[in-house]
């Protein structure tokens, strides 16, 4: 019985168990089984991103006390952050990686950078 490529349709040659007539076509097949589920995650990681670098440019120019509008206007997305920590007083900030924010009342956000979360990834690797 002739086998052939799962993803090119060739002919294939050697191991009876063997599914792809080359490595570039087993990339090229499970890539393209993957591709939605990687997508996903290359969108949300653009989108962590993104938040993480307007929140660390804000903090770079010394502002730590803003309007809500300001970061929209950037183009941050309030639905995507990587942790909550709540302090002992009950105040809950939202991170993206290092930078947080709480809602400081009237629409205004407090800014703050957890210098402990950088220690603390490389403590792990």
């Known amino acids: 019985m002739e086998r052939k490529c799962l993803d090119c349709g060739a ?11 080359s490595d570039q076509c087993r990339n090229n097949y499970n890539n393209r089984l993957n591709r939605d589920s990687n997508n996903f995650v290359r ?10 670098r307007i929140l660390g440019d804000l903090y770079a120019e010394g502002k730590t006390k803003f309007h809500k509008d ?10 995507f952050f990587t942790h909550i920590i709540e302090t ?5 900030f939202h991170y993206c990686f290092e930078y ?3 809602d400081s009342g009237n629409d205004f ?3 703050r950078k957890n210098s402990r ?7 792990t690797h």
């Open 88 to 92: 002992s007083e009950g105040q809950k």
């Open 11 to 21: 002919k294939i040659h050697g191991r009876t168990d063997k599914k792809f007539c």
């Open 43 to 52: 969108n949300v990681h653009g989108l962590l991103r993104k938040n993480r």
């Open 109 to 111: 956000i407090e800014l």
């Open 100 to 102: 947080g924010y709480t």
């Open 117 to 123: 979360y950088l220690e603390y990834q490389n403590d």
């Open 70 to 79: 300001a970061l929209y206007a950037l183009g941050y997305n309030f639905n």
